[in-house]
């Protein structure tokens, strides 16, 4: 395998710290701290003002602070009592070698496209990445032997900018290497280790680098640099390019280079879990290795490919998955094939639809048919999953195990604000998170306070307002923005007042304008004197999605009309830590997808844990977790605008604002807070990521685990 040496560098890319504090370079460059409290505070410790202008980046905040601010730190005993804390604990949980559970599986290769972790590495799109970086982190609180595999994306992330007509603008954001928590992976000679990905000529290299997620590695592949030509160079630079030919490159590079990694690097593995079929050509690389290394034939080979290999497809849509023709795999595949002893035909009949069998190579089609374990991500997803497939199914040999549901879940420590963890923590024990799928252990959570309830949430929806009001008037001070863009904007919001928030992907089936429907009844509810309603607003459409921008624009107009008084904002630029402000600061977490569309919908997971009360169509994930007493329900099937329009106006109307503005003596809306309590109680169990990753140990990982060693005995 062809490995190239990069120019030498220092690794890691830190500042030189004092020697009484050198572990706090190592919890910098360990995403750790992200979902540990104490962790983030120790770097807000040092200098609140400088934490937050850094962008929560602990490399970018280090290197700010000069070496004369951190020569003193040792001095600052405050500091040092509380480092000396954290970093006992940081290191007690990276040396825990112990599992979570009765048996551990045999070490797990997760590949996907995208891995949202955190804000400071922007290398994510949407909910597809947060579900894997919550499963990276999950794995790592419970000590599962895993490994990830993704994208560096060093121009992909793609920041929203509005105008003042209300048309979203993107600006590229490019990574700065060397100020993210970030590593380059070093070869034996000490030197960035880039290796040659196979089957691409000319020949592409991709440099390799790694970001630690608790006890978990995630290994970064970047081709953008100087080893390949400029077109080369853009393979990894964009998430999800629209040009079919690079994307095919690139997930050529995400699949088989990826695999040549981890081959290179030394790691073994017995399970591969491919998250959506875009890195699916592992599958392949997979039969050489077991045709190569084994020495079985290859329909051994192929066998043990599908009893080892897990395939997770969020898609509702044949139409929304990858295909590429017959001549640009024939091109890039001709002699790959001849390597593994198959003919044309053959490989291409692995990714063949039989639905549309013209249409060319399909990577979905690819997942299903080389995994044995399947898995849709709700049990609604996977009854839509069992019928858009269907022909796929029926060509399966008889006796093959179906696709299953593994509804997904949310990593409580990341979503959860931390007051409330901290609450959690004198409710439910110090260690209420090793048994958080246990229901009978969230049934104190009725011991919590109204007043301490109310205050918590109250405390969360003042700084969302005060986040979003701060960025309307930091794009005022650098921009000089009209007084209608800052009141579109949020600048107008009342803590006080009964918050819907719709926070998403902009796209049609999502349905963003439906609470929009009849602007005059909502102008109704919006302005009600006694009893007033403000809907914020934010989320992206792909570039390249210009319906999807019609609907932001009209949106954004509807928040610069005036008749509603600045109670209707766009918040712009939704990602990580605007979504963390929003589901914690919300009352209502509004959700109205055209069924069946909605594979699953973490983000109503993500505000239910924090008792934001859940409102939405009975798709996703929301069929399990709607139990008539946590949330409400916009009932319907039919996916039709007006009639589901004139249900989510009935319930605002006769329930949900009746309800938030009904006080008890204490000036509490105590039936409110019931169901905050009921929503916290019956959604954090169930949907929490330590439930899912136990799914995933009971249906997946654990059998074939089993398997492997009957195999290797």
């Known amino acids: 395998m062809p490995v190239i040496n990069a120019d030498p560098s220092v690794n890691p890319v830190l500042p030189q710290l004092p020697k009484e504090i050198e572990g706090v370079g190592e919890i910098a460059l360990n995403l750790w701290w992200t979902w540990n409290p104490r962790g983030k505070n120790l770097f807000r410790l040092i200098n609140p003002y400088l934490w937050k202008e850094s962008g929560h980046n602990p490399i970018r905040f280090l290197k700010s602070l000069g070496d004369e601010a951190l020569a003193a730190l040792p001095q600052n005993e405050t500091f040092m009592r509380e480092y000396r804390y954290v970093y006992a604990v940081f290191k007690a949980y990276i040396d825990d070698k112990t599992v979570a559970g009765d048996e551990e599986p045999l070490p797990i290769a997760y590949f996907c496209a995208e891995f949202g972790l955190h804000h400071s590495v922007p290398i994510y799109s949407g909910g597809l990445g947060f579900l894997a970086g919550d499963i990276l982190k999950e794995s790592s609180d419970m000590g599962l032997p895993m490994v990830g595999v993704g994208f560096m994306y060093p121009q992909g992330y793609v920041r929203q900018v509005i105008g003042s007509d209300g048309w979203q603008n993107g600006a590229n954001e490019t990574i700065d290497k060397d100020t993210a928590p970030i590593e380059r992976v070093l070869d034996e000679n000490g030197n960035h280790l880039v290796i040659q990905v196979p089957f691409i000529d000319p020949a592409v290299y991709t440099a390799v680098w790694k970001i630690n997620v608790g006890r978990v590695t995630l290994y970064l592949l970047d081709t953008d640099i100087e080893q390949n030509d400029p077109w080369d160079r853009q393979i990894s630079s964009h998430l999800y390019t629209p040009d079919m030919n690079q994307r095919l490159r690139q997930q050529i590079v995400l699949g088989i280079g990826g695999y040549r990694v981890l081959e290179v690097l030394g790691i073994r593995y017995s399970i591969l879990h491919l998250n959506e079929g875009h890195p699916a050509f592992a599958l392949f690389e997979r039969i050489r290795f077991f045709m190569e290394?084994?020495?079985?034939?290859?329909?051994?080979?192929?066998?043990?490919?599908?009893?080892?290999?897990?395939?997770?497809?969020?898609?509702?849509?044949?139409?929304?998955?990858?295909?590429?023709?017959?001549?640009?795999?024939?091109?890039?595949?001709?002699?790959?094939?001849?390597?593994?002893?198959?003919?044309?035909?053959?490989?291409?009949?692995?990714?063949?639809?039989?639905?549309?069998?013209?249409?060319?190579?399909?990577?979905?089609?690819?997942?299903?048919?080389?995994?044995?374990?399947?898995?849709?991500?709700?049990?609604?997803?996977?009854?839509?999953?069992?019928?858009?497939?269907?022909?796929?199914?029926?060509?399966?040999?008889?006796?093959?195990?179906?696709?299953?549901?593994?509804?997904?879940?949310?990593?409580?420590?990341?979503?959860?604000?931390?007051?409330?963890?901290?609450?959690?923590d004198r409710l439910l024990g110090e260690n209420w998170l090793t048994l958080q799928d246990d229901p009978d252990l969230w049934s104190r959570i009725e011991e919590l306070e109204d007043e301490k309830l109310w205050n918590l949430h109250y405390a969360y929806k003042v700084r969302m307002v005060n986040f979003i009001r701060e960025r309307v008037r930091r794009k005022w001070a650098d921009e000089g923005i009209d007084p209608m863009v800052a009141m579109a904007e949020g600048v107008m919001l009342d803590p006080d007042v009964l918050t819907i928030g719709f926070a998403r992907r902009m796209t049609s089936y999502k349905r963003p304008e439906l609470i929009l429907h009849d602007l005059d009844r909502l102008e109704k509810i919006v302005n009600n004197y006694a009893r007033p309603v403000q809907i914020v607003f934010a989320g992206k459409a792909h570039p390249a999605d210009n319906p999807g921008k019609q609907i932001i624009q009209r949106i954004f107009k509807t928040c610069q009309d005036r008749r509603f008084r600045g109670r209707?904002?766009?918040?712009?630029?939704?990602?990580?830590?605007?979504?963390?402000?929003?589901?914690?600061?919300?009352?209502?977490?509004?959700?109205?997808?055209?069924?069946?569309?909605?594979?699953?919908?973490?983000?109503?997971?993500?505000?239910?844990?924090?008792?934001?009360?859940?409102?939405?169509?009975?798709?996703?994930?929301?069929?399990?977790?709607?139990?008539?007493?946590?949330?409400?329900?916009?009932?319907?099937?039919?996916?039709?605008?007006?009639?589901?329009?004139?249900?989510?106006?009935?319930?605002?109307?006769?329930?949900?604002?009746?309800?938030?503005?009904?006080?008890?003596?204490?000036?509490?809306?105590?039936?409110?807070?019931?169901?905050?309590?009921?929503?916290?109680?019956?959604?954090?169990?169930?949907?929490?990521?330590?439930?899912m990753m136990n799914d995933y140990m009971k249906e997946f990982y654990l059998p074939i685990s089993k398997k492997v060693q009957t195999w290797e005995n």
């Open 293 to 424: 290394e084994k020495k079985l034939s290859l329909d051994e080979a192929i066998a043990r490919v599908q009893a080892s290999s897990v395939f997770t497809t969020h898609t509702p849509l044949q139409a929304a998955t990858d295909v590429y023709s017959f001549d640009m795999m024939s091109h890039y595949f001709g002699e790959y094939w001849q390597r593994l002893g198959m003919d044309r035909e053959r490989f291409i009949s692995f990714g063949l639809n039989p639905d549309a069998p013209q249409a060319g190579f399909n990577m979905t089609v690819l997942g299903l048919r080389l995994c044995d374990q399947r898995n849709a991500v709700s049990k609604k997803h996977c009854e839509v999953t069992r019928q858009i497939w269907k022909s796929v199914f029926a060509q399966e040999p008889e006796g093959k195990r179906e696709i299953v549901g593994i509804t997904n879940g949310v990593h409580l420590p990341t979503w959860m604000g931390d007051e409330l963890s901290e609450e959690l």
């Open 568 to 691: 209707i904002a766009f918040v712009e630029d939704y990602g990580e830590e605007t979504a963390k402000y929003l589901v914690r600061g919300c009352d209502v977490w509004l959700n109205n997808p055209q069924i069946p569309m909605e594979a699953c919908g973490t983000s109503g997971m993500k505000a239910s844990i924090n008792g934001t009360l859940h409102c939405s169509t009975l798709d996703g994930w929301w069929p399990e977790g709607y139990n008539g007493k946590n949330g409400w329900a916009i009932e319907g099937e039919s996916s039709d605008d007006a009639a589901d329009a004139e249900s989510l106006y009935k319930l605002l109307e006769e329930e949900i604002v009746p309800l938030y503005y009904t006080l008890d003596e204490h000036k509490r809306p105590a039936g409110w807070l019931a169901r905050m309590r009921e929503s916290i109680r019956s959604v954090a169990p169930q949907f929490g990521g330590r439930r």
